[in-house]
């Protein structure tokens, strides 16, 4: 099984192929303008440990999948992904300036290009998940599977009901355990659950293997945005390459808010030993999936 930084490195040269750079002015009937593919472009490759997509991928690999047929299925993740970045930061949302150790896409490009340039990666991911369909009909029932996945995870039961609940919390400086929970779930732990069990139906796995997915998925993700309300407080912004210090300005509900610094730790250990023990049902093949849940703890100290 490859590094993380291999399956990132498979992604990214994926990119160029299915979000072609266009030379400015290029405006023909039936494509589309080049303004729109250089906004698109300008945030999805903007780097990035491309852990959604990277996650896909060593999940096909690990249950004996065929990894090239899945990726344009990663590639869609993590445009989506990047959609969702790219609204977060907009004035009406994070209204933050820096993102990736750059500026922010609003910022480059204006607020309304902004918002048509998340718009359009969103549209794309899903049309180049339904081409792989098309591409490989002996397999489309498993490929529908996985697209159900991946848009019930991003949609209005899952990212976007959590992004719904956050904002709500900000704006109305409410919120208990059970909201945070909710909104940590849906905003973040989603993105991550839905992506490996779609990798699961490309894979034809059994629902104690989806079980098992859907745990370290949650766990993980709750990990990791634990470790992110952290670095808000504790981390470096060069390093973190984002605005620190905004969450508590801003009044959001966060672990911090929550549990403080030393219950936002224990928090982070209770959710990595989740996240290995849904792993031990794989043994030896899940050594990414323990390695990268490891190195996400290291990021707190």
């Known amino acids: 099984m490859k590094t993380l930084k291999e399956y990132a490195a498979i992604v990214e040269n994926r990119f ?14 039936g494509g589309m303008p080049w303004l729109l593919a250089s906004s698109m472009r300008y945030s999805l490759l903007a780097g990035g440990k491309r852990l959604r997509p990277s996650m896909l991928l060593a999940c096909v690999d690990m249950l004996g999948g065929d990894v090239e047929a899945a990726l344009d299925i990663a590639c869609s993740v993590e445009m989506i992904h990047t959609y ?15 993102r990736r150790g750059r500026p922010t896409n609003h910022v ?24 792989c ?11 529908l599977k996985a697209i159900n996945e991946i848009a019930c995870g ?15 919390c900000e704006r109305e400086k409410t919120g ?66 984002k605005t620190l210090g905004k969450d508590a300005e ?4 966060t672990c911090i808010s929550e549990y403080g610094i030393e219950g936002t730790r224990e928090l982070v250990k209770r959710e990595h ?16 999936f323990n390695d990268l849940v490891d190195s996400m703890v290291e990021r707190t100290y």
Not at 108 to 131: P, S
Not at 207 to 231: I, N, R, V
């Open 16 to 29: 160029d192929a299915l979000l072609p750079e266009l030379s400015e002015g290029t405006c023909e009937i």
């Open 108 to 131: 480059v490009f204006g607020e309304g290009q902004a918002i048509l340039a998340g718009d359009g990666l969103l549209n794309n991911a899903f049309e180049t998940m339904l081409k």
């Open 84 to 98: 969702s970045l790219i609204h977060d930061d907009l004035p009406g949302m994070d209204n933050d300036s820096m």
């Open 176 to 241: 208990d355990e059970a909201a945070l929970k909710y909104i940590q779930r849906d905003k973040t732990a989603c993105m991550f659950i839905y992506p490996l069990r779609a990798a699961g139906h490309l894979c034809n796995a059994d629902e104690k293997t989806l079980e098992a997915l859907t745990t370290y998925g949650e766990a993980f993700g709750l990990l990791f945005q634990a470790t992110d309300d952290l670095l808000d407080v504790i981390g470096d912004s060069k390093a973190v390459g």
């Open 250 to 253: 801003s009044g959001k509900l």
């Open 154 to 168: 991003s949609g209005v039961t899952g990212m976007v009901a959590g992004q719904v609940m956050d904002l709500y």
């Open 133 to 143: 369909g098309i591409r490989y009909p002996e397999r489309a029932l498993s490929y």
């Open 273 to 288: 030993a989740r996240a290995r023990e849904a792993m031990s049902l794989f043994g030896d093949k899940a050594a990414f």
